[in-house]
Every structure is written in C-alpha cells, then in structure tokens.
C-alpha cells in the first residue's frame, strides 16, 4: 500500500547512544516532515524537508539532525541520546503546489525509550 | 502566527451518541483546515477536510463545515459507535506554507 513508512516501530536506547530512524514514502511528495508526540504536549515538529536538498528547523530541533537522502528518504538521527528524548517519533509526508495543500501522510510511528 | 483551538477532553459518550468536538483557529489568509484521526498505538489518518469557506468535508459519517465568520471548523457525527473512540486532531495550513499547525487533539471514548 502507499504511504510513509518508518523503522524501527520500537527501540530502546541506552543514554549516550546514537541512533538513525528511517523514513521513506512512495506518494512522490516534495515535503516530509518529522514530528515527536508526547503526552499532553500534541505534535511538535522536530525538523522538515520543504523540498529534495532542502531541511529546516523546527518547533524542537535540539539534539537531533535529518538527512534529506533523495525525495523518498528523510532520516532522523539522535547523536547521543537523552532519557528527555524518550518519545512517539512519526514521519510525514505532504504534496504543496502554490496555494493548494493536500493534506499530510503520516507513518505508524517509532516508539523510542531512552533508559 | 497561526493557531488552533480544541475542546480538552475526553469527550465520553454512549454508543449511538450525537458528537460534536469544537475547533477554532486563528490564520493569516485562508488556509486549509483538515481533522485527523489517531487510533490507539497508530498514526494520524486524515479524515476529511476543508480547502475554502462553506466547503463541508465528509467522510465515515463525520462532517465539518469551514466557517469563515466564527473561524471555526467543528467535527460532527449523528451517531457514533465504540470504534470511534480516538484521539481527534484540527489542523490547519495556511496558503503556500509548507508547516501545518495542530490542535492539541481531544480524546474521545464511547461506551456500548
């Protein structure tokens, strides 16, 4: 099926740890996105890719870093994870053309524990 | 800069229950308004939305009308049922940005 798919679903770390979550869709969309949940704070977006070669900085962009590898792929990657880190991570993916914004594909998600 | 606004929950209702859960939103422009649907240990799935003012989104048997004179973009069902149950999600995205704003999401539980 299309979509977005992300990996690993569940990870745990130990604090200093790195780490690389994986993210890739098949829809041909220009924008992806990464987004962590956690309780009682909603969705709060980490970094985002408006476009193949491009990445920006999110709402909470400390302690992480994104690989944009071609249209498909957008990595997210904790050089040395905290216990602060431990978190829902998803990926998203949108298709923008001018004006027109046809909404956001996400994926099931990466459940990370940081001990 | 651009907002939206959601009833807390959780919202419990009884099965077959009439559900409405509130959204308002502030925004430069006319931006698109959508609502998403979490289901326990999954991610966000767009359920319907809205691209200009009266556009009403449907889908699954939930609706919402983009109201451009109270800015707001209410979810409404006429009858749910124990699957409904789920974290609903308002979003926003104003014209040519590439960065969705959400509400918080509110927690729905219906009942048998």
């Known amino acids: 099926n299309a979509g977005v798919t992300q990996t690993p679903k569940f990870q745990v770390l130990k604090t200093g740890q790195s780490m690389t979550l994986q993210c890739a869709q098949d829809m041909n969309h220009n924008s992806m996105y990464w987004y962590r949940q956690d309780p009682g704070m909603g969705l709060r977006l980490i970094y985002y890719s408006a476009s193949e070669g491009t990445t920006d900085k999110g709402e909470v962009p400390n302690g992480y870093n994104v690989s944009r590898l071609n249209k498909r792929e957008f990595s997210l990657r904790l050089e040395s994870a905290a216990p602060s880190q431990t978190s829902v991570y998803f990926c998203?993916?949108?298709?923008?053309?001018?004006?027109?914004?046809?909404?956001?594909?996400f994926g099931s998600g990466t459940r990370l524990t940081v001990v | 800069g651009d907002s939206v606004t959601q009833m807390e929950g959780p919202v419990t209702l009884s099965e077959e229950a009439f559900l409405t859960i509130n959204c308002t939103y502030t925004a430069t422009g006319y931006p698109s308004l959508f609502w998403y649907v979490q289901y326990p240990g999954e991610g966000l799935q767009l359920l319907l939305k809205?691209?200009?003012?009266?556009d009403k989104g449907s889908n699954k048997g939930f609706e919402a009308t983009y109201r451009k004179e109270t800015t707001s973009f209410h979810l409404e069902k006429g009858s749910v049922q124990v699957s409904d149950s789920a974290v609903y999600f308002c979003?926003?995205?104003?014209?040519?940005?590439?960065?969705?704003?959400f509400g918080r999401g509110t927690s729905l539980i219906v009942h048998p």
């Open positions: 998203a993916s949108s298709e923008i053309a001018g004006e027109s914004n046809y909404g956001y594909t």
């Open positions: 809205a691209t200009k003012a009266d």
């Open positions: 979003a926003l995205a104003s014209g040519g940005s590439y960065i969705p704003t």
